[in-house]
């Protein structure tokens, strides 16, 4: 996770301002599974972050597990 927000800070001047201003209100996740009609089940670990200034535009990421 940390990885993957360092390059979201390096690569965003959005993110890191909402980084750095901690707008961040929710952060949820956890193992999810998506079954793929040719290649079958996929399991990815999912993370959503719910920020303050826009609670309605929730950031989901998926890092394949």
């Known amino acids: 996770m940390e990885t993957l927000v360092q390059e979201l800070r390096s ?14 209100l929710l ?11 040719t290649d079958g089940p996929l399991d990815f670990d999912q993370t ?7 609670p309605h535009y929730p950031l989901v990421t998926l890092k394949p597990r």
């Open 11 to 24: 690569q965003s001047p959005d993110f890191e301002r909402l980084w750095h201003n901690h707008c961040v």
């Open 27 to 37: 952060r949820e996740g956890g193992p999810c599974r998506f079954r793929h009609p």
């Open 48 to 54: 959503t972050l719910t920020f303050t200034t826009w």
